[in-house]
């Protein structure tokens, strides 16, 4: 695979896999908002108690409810680079 990508990306391409792995979409997660990356392995419990005695630093952690909806935010702009999402190359050839 890196030699393919290495051959391909002499002419700006690169091969991505269909189906993400959770490394991705957790590192896209984190480039998104590093927020995700700095409550990782935090109960909700403990993040919605530091959310209440810090003003500052509390709001910046995510429940395990706001860290799915990051990673399906992720899965689906993973979607529209592999071509399964509402983008369509032939339909943007058409409407210019």
Known sequence: M???NKILGKFGLVIIPIKPTQYLLNSMAVRQNHAFGM???MADEEINKIRQESLIF???LL???EKRAAINE???LHEE???????NPELEKTNK
Do not use: D, H, P
């Open 2 to 4: 890196k030699l393919i």
């Open 63 to 65: 429940t395990s409810r």
């Open 58 to 60: 509390g709001n910046q």
């Open 81 to 87: 680079v592999v071509l399964r999402g509402f983008y």
């Open 39 to 41: 409550s990782a392995g």
């Open 74 to 76: 992720m899965v689906q």
